[in-house]
């Protein structure tokens, strides 16, 4: 393994895995080039992937005057911070008192927790759209945020982490007179840290990608997350004009990717870590 | 435990330790309670409500309902738009699942042997997993375009002409795999190489001692076995996320050309919320959450039963 020399099937296998690297990369490389060609250009279907000439800034133009961006971005922002607070706020807590405290409930509750995990929203879509509709909160950030304020995953997620935690760290801080509450905050969540990142990664991309919900409680182009921001603009295109609609699929991908490339190792962890227990 | 417990048994008097119960007893469920209300709130009420509507002939916009028993459930089983939305997803889930879980693989074996460039082949595969799916769906639409893709005008080149990938009720499923493919594969990517990094070295030492000469040998003697709880994992949420397709369909197809690319989410979404017929599309999300659930079941039996080398 050391030193590996250049056998001919290691050529291969490095060929390979370039070849599919291409492959898998080829989707952002064809966004980024026809993002910058004008109409024209495209309808000639080239395979060229630099523009013969440079459109870039009329497609960007075109991709934030149709659709308000920064307000997509912003919602998509608010959206997925709320609901992060108010998961790991609830959750936290929560799996603190079932993985280190003994009431007699928290069986109950642990039958509650697993039967929250085999619920996807897309089960329980139908009848909060119905109350939510008739208390009038369609179109709003409550309606965004509400059903998703409660992580059951994140509960079973902080529970196994929390157990592997040493009692005696509790105990000395009840003799130093921590109350329950105080101990969750200031020695259970300080050492939760790479639970707690690993599930605010897992939750901010499900919730930046999410579809199905906001595509259901939102009409109102004032709340639109940016993948229903970015139907709208479709729709606004009539699908066609390939330049802008790659500009505007381009300033919606970016955040996370930029996010993805500069935590690297933190998102592949975050997600090895989340997925394997989930 | 037991052994603390009897200590403090013998140090203080009972009743002492029955009001500190009581009182940790008190603060866990203080601790517990918003979670409680909510989960209650949010799954179990909804939940109830879902199986409660599926009985029902519930239209949103009308004031009234009545029970129908199971009508909604004879309707479903005669309805030509749900018997297709079963069957696409099935075939969907058949391709999607596999083919990823195999790339998956392959691409953790190649990448996890090779030393050169490990960080850029894991970022460049695991990138769609960190892609707005909407976005990229719509890239994928431009590169399966007809007469303008880039898909397209390369087969023109080598003299072949491109089917019409999103456009054909014969393609229009396996385009959707394809994007299906290229979005989870890196995933299942990065899980196996988390499970070859928790093997130990010195069983593959201890396999070539006992013979195992070729990579072929070491890989089904060490490799394969110990990575039997990862692969489950994997098959499982597979299969579920598979199940769940519903963004690109909904982006690029809405189902169609002539409900070719019709799936059960979208099926529901369809009958729910643009035809609001709630009590029936309540029936078809009872029907998408038994799926779920009989997956969840063989996966916890199979856990049971197969997996025991950790």
């Known amino acids: 393994m050391t030193a590996a020399p250049f056998t001919l099937g290691r050529a291969f296998r490095l060929g390979l895995l370039i070849l599919g690297a291409l492959v898998f990369l080829a989707p952002y490389i064809f966004m980024v080039s026809t993002s910058g060609k004008a109409q024209s250009e495209i309808f000639t279907s080239s395979l060229s992937l630099i523009p013969d000439r440079f459109y870039f800034v009329e497609n960007f133009a075109k991709a934030f005057s149709r659709v308000s961006m920064p307000q997509l971005l912003w919602n998509g922002v608010v959206v997925c911070a709320l609901i992060l607070v108010f998961q790991v706020v609830i959750a936290v807590p929560c799996a603190y008192a079932l993985a280190k405290l003994k009431f007699p409930a928290a069986k109950l509750m642990m039958a509650l927790v697993m039967l929250g995990l085999l619920v996807p929203i897309h089960a329980t879509a139908l009848p909060l759209y119905v109350a939510f509709d008739r208390l009038s909160v369609l179109n709003s950030y409550v309606a965004l945020v509400a059903p998703f304020s409660i992580s059951v995953f994140g509960i079973f997620l902080f529970l196994q982490f929390f157990r592997a935690m040493p009692d005696d760290l509790i105990h000395a801080a009840r003799l130093d007179g921590m109350s329950e509450l105080g101990i969750v905050a200031r020695v259970i969540v300080p050492n939760a840290w790479p639970a707690v990142t690993a599930f605010a990664i897992f939750s901010v991309v499900a919730h930046w990608n999410d579809l199905y919900w906001p595509l259901i409680v939102v009409s109102n182009q004032a709340y639109a997350t940016p993948p229903l921001g970015l139907l709208y603009f479709r729709a606004a295109e009539a699908g066609d004009d390939y330049g802008a609609l790659m500009a505007a699929t381009l300033i919606i991908t970016l955040p996370l990717v930029a996010a993805f490339l500069l935590a690297q190792k933190r998102f592949v962890e975050g997600i090895t870590m989340t997925g394997l227990k989930g | ?310």
Do not use: C
């Open chain 2, 1 to 310: 435990m037991a052994s603390l417990a009897a200590t403090a048994s013998l140090s203080a008097p009972a009743p002492m330790i029955d009001v500190q119960a009581r009182r940790q007893s008190r603060t866990a469920w203080l601790l517990v309670a918003p979670a409680v209300i909510l989960i209650l709130a949010f799954i179990v009420a909804p939940l109830a409500a879902v199986v409660f509507l599926g009985f029902t002939d519930f239209e949103l916009g009308y004031g009234s309902f009545r029970f129908v028993g199971f009508e909604n459930y004879a309707e479903l089983f005669s309805d030509r738009t749900f018997l297709k939305s079963l069957s696409n997803t099935a075939l969907y889930t058949a391709i999607v699942a596999p083919v990823s879980l195999l790339l998956g693989l392959g691409l953790a074996l190649l990448i996890e042997s090779e030393k050169i460039g490990r960080s850029f082949f894991r970022t460049a595969y695991f990138l769609p997993v960190a892609s707005l799916l909407v976005a990229m769906a719509t890239v994928w639409q431009y590169l399966f375009h007809p007469s303008i893709g880039p898909i397209n005008a390369g087969l023109r080149m080598i003299g072949l002409a491109g089917p019409n990938w999103l456009g054909a009720s014969d393609m229009v499923l396996y385009s959707l795999a394809i994007i299906g493919i290229w979005q989870s594969a890196g995933f299942n990517m990065v899980l196996f190489l988390a499970g070859l990094t928790a093997i130990p070295r010195d069983l593959y030492a201890a396999a070539e001692v006992d013979g195992a000469k070729s990579a072929l040998d070491r890989f089904l003697l060490v490799t394969w076995p110990m990575l039997g709880p990862t692969t489950l994992f994997v098959i499982t949420i597979s299969i579920i996320n598979a199940v769940k397709v519903f963004e690109t369909v909904k982006t690029l197809t809405e189902g169609g050309p002539n409900k070719a690319s019709e799936v059960l989410l979208f099926t529901i979404y369809q009958e729910g919320f643009v035809y609001l017929r709630v009590g029936y599309a309540s029936a078809m999300t009872v029907v998408f959450l038994a799926v779920l659930v009989v997956l969840m079941v063989l996966q916890y039996r199979l856990l049971d039963r197969e997996v025991h080398y950790a």
